[in-house]
């Protein structure tokens, strides 16, 4: 016969065991996350410790007192063992509980509970335990054993131990995980040093430890709601899966759908029901991904999907391997990223690529058909304009000669620009050949030093030679060679006005191939024309051109030819102090495919 009398003292033992229970309830519903599974057998502790407290603080005979004071012990025991494990678990040291483990960490508490229940046929856990009911609220006046102590010493080993291993994770934690470590803290001290307090120093006769599991439930129920003690982590990891507009799906290893977050849903057009099932329900849709993707653990593939609404949607899909402690393949993520947009964009650039490539190269062709019919009625006015003069000067029209004259120049002006202009479309056209011979170089520098001595001449400029002996031979495009000197030596003479202009002609050894040096005394070029000057249609500066005439495409043609014939132009210059040009050109023309692709047919010449 159990009787019961509601006694004040009872009242926040009774507050305690509510919060203990609420946040039992709310943890077991939570059981499935990571921040959870740890706390239960702790919380399950604490709830059976207080259920003893508070019906024990509620009985009023010494017989229902003492039978709930004994049941009281089972979370007694039960909370020092679970707060051990729990901090192993809490800090990632579960591996540490062996199946061994875990038996030996639970012989003691059995141990003590069958003492403490063998009490009365032995007194090696308490000597005497008798109920003192002097005063307003009676107490257990006792003498612990010797198997108490030891009992006492384990438990305050074990949570020493907790709190040493979450304070040392507390050290190397980031701030968040320092919160919910500080509350476990707390509220785990709190209560050991009122119990150390009752049953060590013997402060009070009444245990006050279960009451100050108010303030662990207190400091565990403020760790759930202010710093997420029990989700935080799952919580924050589960929204942002909600909240991604990419598709994650979670695979275990027999391809059973664990995980679907809401994107993937709708992109797959299917229900939440398919979490849980096999991943067929989604792949039997799209036989190509069933194929693709059936044995991929991990990579990235673009894949287009056909929907029933007549859709084709392009998507990224990311694999990565999901492996267990062992590193054995427990299942697969997978990421689902839609491209169908960038697939569009990526189209309509392409053809509007292709439009504008197909453009310049009718532009080209438009240019270089027109430059070939240009030049044939011009041939005619050169060609007239010569003998009218002749004529004219047989004749004795010797006034109109002059006149003559500056037409047969203005033609010949115009046919050397409709010859710039007919090499560089043919050039953007991918139209100009390659005609490669072997021929020898000082024989070329000879040539080109004869063409250009005339405008030397006219501008009271001095050539000088500086060759190494024996250049030798070259194989290469022989016409485009003659033109990039004469344009470089063209350029050189017609900025510089009574100075020198040197030709500098010697092997590299190392890089097979002849270096051309072209130095003026010049006006130099300035800076911030020095990366526009090689780009079509460009001079220096406007006054120049009626000065010196040109139409800003030697450089062009010349810089292209370079790169033709696998070889470099560079130009190191400044304002006012001349400028130099050096041309690289390999001995050999190198037939690589690069080359070949970038500047259009090559043919073989008869050597010159
Ligand atoms: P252009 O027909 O005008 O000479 P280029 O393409 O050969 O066309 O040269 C482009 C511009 O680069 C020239 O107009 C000139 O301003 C500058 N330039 C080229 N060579 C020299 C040089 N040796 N000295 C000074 N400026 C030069």
């Avoid at 999901?322 to 964009?345: A, C, F, P």
């Avoid at 022989?478 to 900025?495: E, M, P, S, V, Y």
Wanted: with cysteine.
């Amino acid at each position: 016969m159990m009787y019961w009398k509601f006694t004040l003292i009872a009242l926040p033992v009774l507050i305690a065991l509510f919060i203990a229970i609420f946040v039992l309830v709310y943890t077991w519903q939570r059981r499935t996350m990571r921040g959870a599974r740890p706390l239960l057998p702790l919380l399950f502790g604490l709830v059976i410790w207080l259920v003893g407290s508070t019906l024990e603080a509620l009985a009023f005979d010494a017989n229902t007192r003492l039978f709930w004071s004994n049941f009281q012990f089972i979370g007694v025991v039960m909370v020092p063992t679970a707060w051990f494990m729990f901090s192993l678990v809490f800090t990632d040291h579960a591996a540490v509980l062996t199946r061994t483990n875990l038996t030996l960490l639970l012989i003691m508490p059995l141990l003590t509970l069958i003492l403490l229940w063998t009490s009365p046929w032995q007194q090696f856990f308490q000597v005497s335990k008798v109920l003192n009911t002097s005063g307003p609220n009676p107490y257990w006046d006792w003498v612990p054993g010797p198997g108490f102590w030891i009992h006492a010493a384990y438990s305050y080993s074990l949570t020493i131990a907790g709190v040493v291993i979450l304070a040392r994770a507390y050290q190397q934690s980031a701030r968040l995980h320092r919160r919910q470590i500080s509350v476990m803290l707390v509220g785990a001290v709190v209560p050991w040093i009122v119990n150390i307090l009752f049953v060590v120093v013997r402060v009070s006769p009444f245990d006050y430890t279960a009451i100050s599991f108010l303030i662990t439930g207190t400091a565990v129920a403020w760790g759930i709601f202010k710093v997420g003690l029990v989700e935080i982590t799952p919580v924050i990891r589960k929204r942002v899966i909600d909240e991604m507009q990419d598709g994650v799906l979670v695979l275990d290893e027999h391809d059973r759908i664990l995980e679907a977050n809401p994107a993937v849903l709708q992109m797959a057009q299917v229900s939440a029901d398919v979490i849980g099932q096999h991943m067929s329900q989604i792949s039997d849709r799209w036989p190509e991904l069933r194929q693709r993707f059936q044995h991929l653990t991990s990579g990235q593939e673009e894949v287009t999907l056909a929907f029933p609404d007549g859709e084709k949607r392009h998507y990224q899909i990311s694999i990565s391997p999901l492996l267990d402690k062992n590193d054995h393949l427990s299942g697969r993520v997978v990421m689902v990223h839609e491209i169908t947009q960038l697939k569009q964009t990526e189209t309509s650039l392409m053809v509007a690529k292709e439009a504008a490539e197909a453009a310049s190269r009718a532009k080209s062709t438009f240019l270089a058909t027109m430059s070939h019919e240009l030049r044939t009625p011009l041939a005619a006015i050169i060609g007239y304009s010569e003998l009218i003069q002749e004529r004219s000067e047989a004749f004795g029209y010797e006034k109109i000669v002059p006149h003559l004259k500056q037409i047969g120049t203005a033609a010949q002006g115009l046919n050397f620009l409709i010859g710039n202009i007919l090499d560089l479309s043919k050039i953007e056209a991918e139209r100009m050949d390659i005609n490669i011979s072997d021929f020898s170089v000082s024989d070329l520098v000879a040539e080109v030093v004869n063409s250009v001595q005339p405008q030397m001449t006219k501008n009271g400029n001095v050539l000088e030679l500086d060759l190494a002996p024996h250049l030798g031979l070259m194989q290469t495009d022989r016409t485009k060679l003659r033109q990039i000197l004469l344009n470089l030596l063209g350029n050189a003479t017609k900025f510089t006005y009574e100075g020198t202009v040197l030709l500098a002609a010697r092997q590299d050894h190392a890089t097979g191939c002849i270096l051309f040096t072209v130095r003026d005394s010049g006006e130099g070029i300035s800076d911030q024309m020095m990366d526009k000057i090689f780009q079509p249609f460009v001079q220096a500066d406007s006054s120049f051109t009626r000065v010196h005439g040109g139409s800003g495409l030697g450089l062009t043609i010349s810089s292209r030819f370079c790169q033709m014939l696998g070889g470099t132009i560079e130009v190191e210059s400044r304002l006012g102090e001349g400028a130099t040009f050096l041309v690289k050109l390999p001995v050999q023309f190198p037939v690589t495919q690069q080359t070949e692709a970038a500047n259009g047919r090559i043919a073989e010449a008869a050597p010159q």
